[in-house]
Every structure is written in structure tokens, then in C-alpha cells.
């Protein structure tokens, strides 16, 4: 399996739901990483997990919550989202210092 | 910003001409990488580069490397309608962050 999913595709929420993004791989990679990416721009770092453990966090504002339970699964926990948050949101992995693999992406839209 | 830049930020051209996309970056790196993303997709990669490395070649791809200027770029030859894409170079430091340039939006018309 040399694949990353992404659940769901497709998410509207408003502002004051509660939501989460669900990534996963089975390549035994030991980084995982969340993307942002706006309309006709570049992805954007937002996390980064290595061993399970955060390892990067750029400067993401606190509605943006990461969790990685196991070394095949991350989420993103979306809390009280702004509009402005409306983007692709792309998972990735990779082994250390080699190519990403990157899912298909989810993409948000908050209303 | 660490942010790489590139240019041209779009480009079109015919099936079969060949395209070249250039990117240059801030700061040293261990590898440089290129990624394709079809539209509003997730991306794929492409080729990775080592900075230890000057050339290297995949099927249609072409990629140089110079640190002494900080930029590489991208050649595909005999371009196809199925490149229609965009094209961008990414940078890693080798602290897992991956950082993407701007962007390149390829069409190649049939």
C-alpha cells in the first residue's frame, strides 16, 4: 500500500462547529505532516510529526489541534474555524529526508 | 519569507515543445524536490535532487541543481496535454520542513 488517505473530502462547517480531518498511511513512514494550501498558492507547513511526537508546530493558531494516536494515523481537530480558514488541507509522509507522499487532500470550507 | 520563488508563474506553450520551469531558494539545503499538483489535487512528486548533485534525469524530466546560485530547474521535454499542471519546487533543509516555492501553471495546448 503505497498510498495516503484523507477523510473527508469534502467538509463545510460553521464557526462554531467541531470537526476533525482524518489522514492515514501504511508505508511505516515515521513523519507525517499537515499542509494548508489557499487557492493558486503554495502548500504551507502547518505541523509536523515524527515518532508520533509534534515536532514542528508553525505558529498554527490553537483552533487548529493536531493528534497523531498511532504511526498510521494523524488528525487535524478544527474548533470555532473563520472563513479565512477555508483551503485544501493536505496530509503528506515520508521517510526522513526522501520524497512526501501526499493524500488527495480534504477540502474545507467554513461558513 | 523562506519561501522559493519561481518563474514564470504560468506558461503555455504546444504539444511537443518542451517547457522549463526555474526556481531559486534562500537558504542551503540537503535536497530539492519538484512536485506536480493537477488541479486543486494533492501533489506528486516528481524528482528529488541532492545539493551534492548538478543533474539529474527522469523519463521526460530534466533537473539541475546550482547552490553556488541558489536555483535549479525543471525541463520537460515533449511536452504532452496530460502535463497541464502546476509545478512546484520544494526545499528541505533537512529538519523534516519541506518549504514550497511559489509555483509554476503549466498548459500545454493539443
Known amino acids: 500500500d503505497t498510498e495516503v488517505t484523507q477523510t473527508p473530502k469534502h467538509l463545510v462547517m460553521g464557526m462554531t462547529n467541531k470537526k476533525s480531518l482524518k489522514c492515514e498511511q501504511h508505508?511505516?513512514?515515521?513523519?507525517m505532516y499537515w499542509y494548508k494550501q489557499k487557492a493558486k498558492k503554495p502548500p504551507e507547513l502547518m505541523f509536523v510529526?515524527?515518532?508520533?511526537?509534534?515536532?514542528i508546530n508553525e505558529s498554527v493558531p490553537s483552533r487548529f489541534s493536531p493528534e497523531c494516536p498511532n504511526s498510521s494515523l494523524l488528525n487535524l481537530h478544527l474548533h470555532a474555524l473563520q472563513p479565512e480558514d477555508s483551503a485544501l488541507y493536505l496530509c503528506?509522509?515520508?521517510?526522513?529526508?526522501?520524497?512526501?507522499?501526499f493524500g488527495p487532500g480534504t477540502r474545507l470550507t467554513v461558513l | 519569507s523562506q519561501q522559493g520563488e519561481e518563474d514564470p508563474q504560468a506558461l503555455s506553450i504546444q504539444e511537443g515543445e518542451n517547457a522549463t520551469m526555474n526556481c531559486s531558494y534562500k537558504?542551503?539545503?540537503?535536497?530539492l524536490q519538484w512536485y506536480r499538483q493537477n488541479s486543486g489535487r494533492g501533489l506528486v512528486h516528481l524528482i528529488l535532487?541532492?545539493?551534492?548533485?548538478r543533474e539529474k534525469h527522469s523519463g521526460r524530466l530534466r533537473v539541475t541543481l546550482d547552490t553556488s546560485k541558489k536555483s535549479s530547474s525543471l525541463l520537460i521535454t515533449a511536452s504532452r496535454a496530460a502535463d497541464t499542471a502546476s509545478y512546484f519546487c520544494?526545499?528541505?533543509?533537512?529538519?523534516?520542513?519541506?518549504?514550497f516555492g511559489t509555483g509554476t501553471r503549466l498548459q500545454v495546448f493539443p
Open positions: 535532487i541532492r545539493s551534492n548533485e
Open positions: 537558504t542551503s539545503i540537503n535536497n
Open positions: 510529526y515524527s515518532y508520533e511526537k509534534l515536532s
Open positions: 520544494a526545499t528541505d533543509r533537512g529538519s523534516d520542513k519541506l518549504i
Open positions: 503528506a509522509s515520508s521517510p526522513r529526508g526522501q520524497q512526501k507522499f
Open positions: 508505508m511505516g513512514h515515521r513523519a
